[in-house]
């Protein structure tokens, strides 16, 4: 087995309490405090110095771009002196805070091992670098399946063994350097981008974001508020603590998306209890120190529809010939994608798509693609109560288990997954006219529910705790409320008939793709007006190397932004997934021209 007390790579190059002066400016000010001393800053020259390049944000997709560049400029003849400068406030680069190898194992990814792989498969040096099952089963010492659903802590380790061969690669050709910093803010020079951390600046002549979700928000202090405020999820082992979350206490979970089930397991199978599986269903055995009771509640109280294990789950190989077909259909639809275009042309090849995989698994002819927008219509309009919330959950694990028929939403949520990379295609980079955005944006919202759901052994475990009453949905298209009682704020939980008083209410809902738009470096570069948001999708435009693209004034030069942040500009890129987007390979060819034309080196 794969060891899991790992220790971080060496972080620093740079001693932490010694900020890195290399490349900032003679006049810069130090961005610390006025109560702490400045940092030495030298005096860089501007000729004949080396090209900085500076990545802020390490996680998976900072490592994809690193890897990237690493290959381009290995496959250069003659390089300039380059220096590499790499912001990451986690631990573990590579991997980030969402795969941080620390994190519990029951924490579980929502795709299967076999489709996670960093490397991208272009040539023989590719062939050799392995995928996570290859590595799993090679260095981990774990015999994985690829169809499993492996846990994200596993994912964590392979990612920044990744990151370990990628600067080992990189520091034959360039001067690294990581730094263990958070980016607070970014300005434009006039010929440099200048970051800011709370010790010191720097400048590059290139610069790269791939910030993702942000740093994870802070917890309320540990003192009264924790009654009323809420809690984040992440990360459980600190936040969700029995200190933090007694045992026996009424606890409301905000939130019924993937994180919910995240935030439940740690207050169940993190505190030592038990899940077993017999047959097709799974029970519990508590530990005694679970809450009390666990509410989730939500706006509509729709569920995430359990993923369809593969192994359990036989489909018709058929099903490859239609879903082929769906993705040329979409592929052939003219850009950029009107209203008129939406409702009448791109969603009918989906649900007729979704049609004919229901009509080919159950060998009928019964649904159309008619049946599947009235079905998808009326689960929209649904606002479930604890019943219907539960029978739908039932139902998708029955289906995703093999110990029921297909049915439509499994058609439509396979039928999104296998058209995803078509679409990916084609509403990206403005393929989608501004006006349809808000339909889109609802469709593929609740199709996140549909096709990108959780395993199904983690419905099958939330199924268990319901069955048990450690998990109650009675307000599950609830709301919560906070009110003063006595001198104490309280909470809440309210439905069309009562009102619960809990003890704690745990946020799992993530901050959204807008929300990581607001992050600070992404608002210092809105507020000088070097980025701008692509109207309809409402995040930040980019161009297809992940430059800022701007409608009014110049497109500034030598910054990228890859990422949550630019979700909807590009489609479905808040994943591990190197197939769907090749953003990373883009761009470092593109960096590697910009180094081979740069005056400053000549
Ligand atoms: C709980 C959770 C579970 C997920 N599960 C899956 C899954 O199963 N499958 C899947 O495909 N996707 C999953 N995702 C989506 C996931 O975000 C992507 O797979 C992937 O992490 C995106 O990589 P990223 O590098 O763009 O962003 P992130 O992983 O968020 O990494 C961003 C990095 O930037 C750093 N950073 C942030 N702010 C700053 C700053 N100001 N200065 C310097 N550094 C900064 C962070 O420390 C972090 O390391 C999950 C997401 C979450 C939150």
Known sequence: MIDTEIEPSRHDDVETNTPDTRFATPNAQPAASESEPPPQLAASSP?????????????????????????????????????????????????????????????????AAKHIDAWPRYDERCRRRLNLVDWLNHDGGCNTDPNSFVSRAAVGQYLHHCYQHVTKQLEQIANVSVLQEEVTSIGQLTEAWQVRTDRTLFNFDELLLTVGHGRWPEPPEKCVCET????????????????????????????????????????????????????????????????????????????????????????????????????????????????????YELWPIITDTAASAINCSTDSSATTSETVQ?????????????????????????????????????????????LYPALVQSVSYGGLASDPWPKFRNIASEMERIAFGPPAENVGKMLALIEQ?????????????????????????????????????????????????????????????????????????????????????????????????????????????RTLHDHPQRWAAFVVKRIQNAEILK
């Open 47 to 111: 000729l004949g110095r080396e090209y900085r390049i500076g990545i802020v944000g390490c996680g998976p997709r900072g490592l994809y771009c690193l890897q990237s560049l690493a290959d381009e400029l290995q496959n250069c003849e003659s390089l300039p002196p380059l220096a590499i400068v790499i912001f990451e406030p986690s631990d573990f680069p590579g991997a980030g805070n969402v795969y941080d190898p620390r994190q519990p194992r029951f924490l579980k990814m929502n795709f």
């Open 228 to 343: 009323s405020a809420f809690i984040p999820t992440f990360p459980v082992s600190e936040n969700l603590t029995q200190e933090r979350i007694p045992s026996k206490c009424d606890v409301a979970i905000r939130g019924f998306g993937l994180t919910w089930i995240d935030a439940t397991l740690a207050l169940t199978e993190g505190r030592e209890g038990e899940f077993h599986q017999s047959g097709q269903d799974w029970t519990y055995h508590p530990s005694g120190h679970e809450p009390a009771c666990v509410y989730p509640f939500s706006r509509t109280g729709r569920p995430m529809l359990a993923k369809p294990d593969e192994s359990l789950f036989n489909q018709p190989a058929e099903l490859d010939d239609i879903w082929a077909s769906g993705r040329e259909a979409i592929e052939a639809i003219a850009r950029p994608i009107t209203a008129q275009t939406l409702s």
């Open 374 to 418: 009235a079905w998808f219509k009326n689960w929209c309009d649904a606002t479930m109560d604890a019943d219907e919330s539960l029978r739908a959950m039932k139902r998708s694990y029955n289906v995703a288990t093999g110990h029921a028929k297909p049915d439509i939403a499994w058609a439509l949520g396979a039928a999104w997954r296998n």
């Open 469 to 577: 009453g450690i998990v109650n949905l009675q307000f599950i298209s609830g709301s919560i409320e906070q009110k003063p009682s006595g001198s104490e704020e309280l909470l809440f939980l309210k439905n069309a008939v009562k009102t619960h008083t809990v003890d704690r209410c745990i946020d799992a809902v993530l901050r959204s793709p807008k929300e990581c738009t607001t992050l600070g470096p992404f608002q210092s570069l809105v507020d000088e007006k070097a980025v701008e948001h692509l109207p309809g999708a409402e995040t930040l435009h980019i161009d297809n190397q992940g430059r800022p693209v701007k409608r009014i004034g110049n497109t500034p030069d030598g910054i990228a932004i890859i990422g949550r942040a630019t979700e909807g500009c590009v489609l479905g890129n808040d994943t591990l997934s």
